[in-house]
Nanobody
Framework: VQLQASGGGLVQPGGSLRLSCAASGVTLGYHHIGWFRQAPGKEREGVSCISRSDGSTSFADSVKGRFTISRDNAKNTVYLQMNSLKPEDTAAYYC?????????????????WGKGTQVTVSS
């Protein structure tokens, strides 16, 4: 199982980015998928997850109303749309398969994850 997050970059505060999570060796549509992030000097934080069954979602309070998560099973890809970005969103972002998706998914439900993508929010 290999997961690869992409789409990161440098963006100004208030800007947007869309991250993608692609996979090989696994059909993402069969899995709950989550995103977590790691900022320097900070603990990792679960950002969001999306259910494999009904597409229900969960978000950390820090990103509610700004981030959305979606999946395109035909492309075997999960997306994290990030709007109204803030400097505190700066981090490496990773996607992971998860055993469940709810407000408690991180970190206990984490299963596989791969390389992350760096998001830097700065003027």
């Amino acid at each position: 199982v290999q997961l690869q997050a992409s789409g990161g970059g440098l963006v100004q505060p208030g800007g947007s980015l869309r991250l993608s999570c692609a996979a090989s060796g696994v059909t993402l549509g069969y899995h709950h998928i989550g995103w977590f992030r790691q900022a320097p000097g900070k603990e990792r934080e679960g950002v969001s997850c999306i259910s494999r069954s009904d597409g229900s979602t969960s978000f950390a309070d820090s990103v509610k109303g700004r981030f959305t998560i979606s999946r395109d099973n035909a492309k075997n890809t999960v997306y994290l749309q990030m709007n109204s970005l803030k400097p505190e969103d700066t981090a490496a972002y990773y996607c992971a398969t998860a055993r469940w998706c709810s407000s408690s998914w991180y970190p206990r439900a984490m299963n596989y994850w791969g390389k992350g993508t760096q998001v830097t929010v700065s003027s």
